[in-house]
């Protein structure tokens, strides 16, 4: 089955720089590719989503940019803030088996001030 | 995005005891699911619930711990049984909406268990 992993586990930046996560798929089929945020005591977020047939996206100060060939996306935030500070996960899905969600083990982010 | 929410939202029960939680969406949905989040962990998707049929569990989940009911495109429910200190997690259930593959998260149930 799918096994999606993720880097960093955790991740430190100040306030104002851009901060990266990473994510490695191993099914080919994946053709779905979900950010989540997380913040403490909460429900998970939906942040970005990206799909096969696309190579980037962006939204205000997140972008997600995808490479099929080598099965692997990543998230970007620039310009942090501490209410960017969260656990973030990605996630990969594929729609011929029903779209179930398989989860990277998530990457905790401090953004300090 | 359609409203969901979970009822209880937090409960501390005994071992050997079952406890049901329920998923309600203010629309109807096709795709209802049921995750695990064990403490400090990722998430883990226990089952997907079926309109109308029996849910189809993920590996490591079976029906006999983990049944779910789902009657309508509203409403869904996983009952945890005979409960061990080891099923302490949040239980959240999902939909998809606006698509089949985009899904959104109900705001969870926190079950400790004694």
């Known amino acids: 089955g799918e096994n999606v992993e993720q880097h960093p586990s955790t991740l430190s930046v100040q306030e104002g720089d851009s901060a990266v996560i990473k994510c490695t798929y191993s099914d080919s089929a994946s053709n779905y590719f979900p950010w989540y945020k997380q913040e403490l005591g909460k429900r998970p977020q939906l942040i970005i989503d990206i799909r096969s047939n696309v190579g980037e996206k962006k939204d205000q100060r997140i972008a997600v940019t995808l490479n099929k060939t080598a099965k692997h996306f990543s998230l970007h935030i620039t310009e942090t803030q501490p209410e960017d500070s969260a656990v973030y996960f990605c996630?990969?899905?594929?729609?011929?088996?029903?779209?179930?969600?398989?989860f990277g083990a998530g990457t905790i982010l401090r953004v300090k001030s | 995005s359609a409203v969901i929410s979970q009822k209880p939202s937090r409960d501390i029960c005994q071992r050997g005891t079952s406890l049901t939680i329920q998923c309600q969406v203010d629309s109807q949905v096709t795709m209802m699911f049921w995750y695990r989040q064990q403490p400090g962990q990722s998430l883990t998707l226990i089952a997907t619930a079926n309109q109308g049929s029996e849910a189809t569990y993920e590996s490591g989940f079976v029906i006999d711990k983990f049944p779910i009911s789902r009657p309508n495109l509203t409403f869904s429910t996983l009952t945890v049984s005979n409960m061990s200190p080891e099923d302490s997690s949040i239980y959240l259930c999902?939909?998809?909406?606006?698509?089949?593959?985009?899904?959104?998260f109900g705001p969870g149930t926190r079950l400790t268990v004694l």
């Open positions: 996630a990969a899905s594929i729609a011929e088996y029903g779209n179930k969600l398989v």
């Open positions: 999902s939909v998809g909406d606006r698509g089949p593959d985009t899904q959104y």
